[in-house]
């Protein structure tokens, strides 16, 4: 049976039954002098416990104001987002910042390391920060399970890029986060150290129950998740399952050819 939009997911591996997370009708606009900028117009999407989601659009599509609002790190003008069946978009500035260090785990680009402190305990940040026990043997476990199981006492800057980026996806995981949110995580990879680090993104997905929400340019990586949706001047123009490469290349294309303010 299809599932309804009224109505929660159903439950799976006993996880609670509702989406890891859901916006409904999202809207974000700027003021910019006189002029309104509607960078989302009214976005409903929900994304279930364990799905691997990318997120792609034009430039100037709202792909990147997608990712705060639903992160927590920005708040819609109108609309709600809900995180595991929370309602954060009215949460005060302290509650937000406590719910997404706990229970949003963030990847990217530049992979945002610090330098000064060795990769286990870059690791295990986001516990120090959620003022949650410090928990060393899931930090090692997941360096091993990211394949740096003898770099924990490393600092970043011991390390290749396509490394630092996997200790980045070891501390997005070390919170058991609800959602974990990857802004372009392979952009500044080479072709072969983005596959692995897709890879991995992938296991914690297949492997760890993880949720996966992935802003990208590339359709290679795109084609890595399990859907993807395609964002045009702030709304939603369509979404794509066990997607190729190909198929989202041409979407794409078309998508960037299509007259400004065209129906989706
Ligand atoms: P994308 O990530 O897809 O390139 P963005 O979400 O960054 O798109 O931007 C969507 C639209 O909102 C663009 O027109 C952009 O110029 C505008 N925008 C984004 N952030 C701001 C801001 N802080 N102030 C004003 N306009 C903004
Ligand atoms: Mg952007």
């Not at 990147?64 to 709600?80: M, V």
Request: with cysteine.
């Amino acid at each position: 049976m299809a599932p309804r939009h009224d109505r929660p997911q159903t439950e799976q591996y006993g996880r609670p039954a509702h989406a890891a997370i859901e916006l409904r009708a999202v809207q974000r606009s700027y003021g910019r002098g006189g002029e309104t900028v509607h960078a989302l117009r009214g976005v409903d999407l929900a994304l279930g416990h364990g799905s691997f989601t990318a997120v792609m659009g034009p430039s100037g599509s709202g792909k990147s104001t997608f990712l705060q609002c639903a992160a927590g790190l920005d708040r819609p003008s109108s609309g709600e987002v809900y995180l595991g069946g929370e309602e954060i978009t009215r949460l005060s500035e302290n509650r937000l910042t406590k719910l997404r260090r706990s229970r949003i785990g963030f990847i990217f680009q530049s992979f945002n390391l610090l330098p000064s402190l060795t990769v286990l305990q870059n690791v295990l940040l986001p516990q120090r920060l959620a003022g949650e026990r410090q928990d060393r043997s899931r930090a090692k476990e997941l360096l091993g399970q990211v394949g740096l199981g003898e770099h924990g006492g490393r600092r970043p800057g011991q390390l290749s890029g396509g490394q630092q980026q996997r200790v980045a996806i070891a501390r997005a995981l070390i919170t058991r986060p609800d959602v974990v949110f990857a802004d372009e995580p392979t952009g500044a990879l080479d072709t072969r150290t983005a596959h692995e680090v897709l890879g991995l993104l992938r296991h914690a997905v297949d492997a760890m129950g993880a949720t996966v929400v992935m802003v990208t340019h590339d359709p290679v990586a795109a084609s890595v998740a399990d859907r993807v949706v395609f964002l045009a001047d702030g709304a939603l123009a369509g979404e794509l399952h066990r997607p190729d490469p190909k198929t989202v290349a041409d979407r794409m294309v078309s998508l960037a050819t299509r007259p400004v303010g065209a129906a989706a």
